[in-house]
């Protein structure tokens, strides 16, 4: 697989007004300081779809440890499902950060991003959410043998539309351009590609170039509110603990590791 450069998405959006806290927020009760943060997170959030998880009917307890089997075709042998997406929005922090920028405030592994979202939204460990209007493109190969049963293959981030696919032919030596209503078929409800290219026999591989937008899986919960600037938080850390931060890493990220996306 080999990462492209990604567009602008992240900075078309309209730049918000600033948002000015009033000089006695720290003197205002809880309540009032939740919904003024809140207020912040809605004027200047990104749109998110959240998907809560849940525990797969496939999980058994074995010698103590809650086990998920490996063949299960509903969690993919993850052990956990995702229920519908719930629209929201939340502040997006370290897109484009180097793990360096936060050995200050602790360590976090590459690809993680910040996210804050409003009060009524707690996030857990292993939700998953991603921002449909931040788009990236990405390129996506696979070999024939990698096909299922079906001649279906799953692409790593959520497919927005195909940009270009090819295959090659081993006999012709040469690079097939596919068709989009003759060649294969995108399924984005379960996020595949199925292939109906009618002669497979000396097809050895596929590349498909697709705009997508990642999965960021919920790994690490934060007491503090992590979506305003440093000198923000360093000085009212104590006074603002909220239950909807959290660190979501990229679920590829080890194959998209050396890239410049991050």
């Given amino acids: 697989m080999s990462p492209l450069t990604p567009n602008n998405s992240y900075n078309q959006s309209p730049k918000p007004q600033k948002f000015t806290f009033p000089k006695n927020f720290l003197r205002l009760d809880p309540g009032k300081r939740l919904l003024l943060l809140d207020q912040m997170v809605k004027q200047h959030g990104y749109r998110v779809l959240y998907q809560r998880h849940q525990i797969c009917a496939c999980v058994r307890e074995l010698g103590g440890i809650l086990t998920p089997q490996p063949n299960c075709t509903t969690c993919d042998g993850t052990g956990r499902t995702y229920l519908k997406d719930l629209e929201t929005v939340a502040l997006v922090t370290a897109i484009n950060s180097t793990p360096q920028a936060y050995d200050k405030f602790g360590k976090i592994e590459r ?34 043998d990698q096909l299922d049963s079906d001649n279906s293959f799953y692409l790593d981030w959520f497919p927005v539309e195909i940009v270009s696919a090819t295959a090659f032919n081993t006999q012709t030596n040469s690079v097939i351009l596919l068709n989009n209503t003759t060649d294969y078929l995108l399924d984005t409800d379960n996020k595949k590609v199925r292939i109906t290219f009618n002669d497979l026999t000396n097809i050895s591989s596929f590349s498909f170039l697709y705009n997508g937008t990642p999965y960021y899986y919920v790994n690490q919960l934060s007491h503090q509110f992590r979506g305003i600037p440093f000198t923000f938080q360093e000085k009212f850390q104590e006074f603002l603990r909220l239950p909807s931060s959290c660190f979501a890493k990229r679920g590829d990220i080890t194959i998209l590791e050396n890239s410049n996306l991050l």
């Fill in 111 to 144: 690809g993680t991003i910040s996210a804050t979202f409003t009060t009524d939204v707690i996030p857990n460990y292993s939700d998953r959410f991603r921002l449909p209007d931040a788009i990236i493109p990405l390129t996506q190969n696979f070999s024939s």
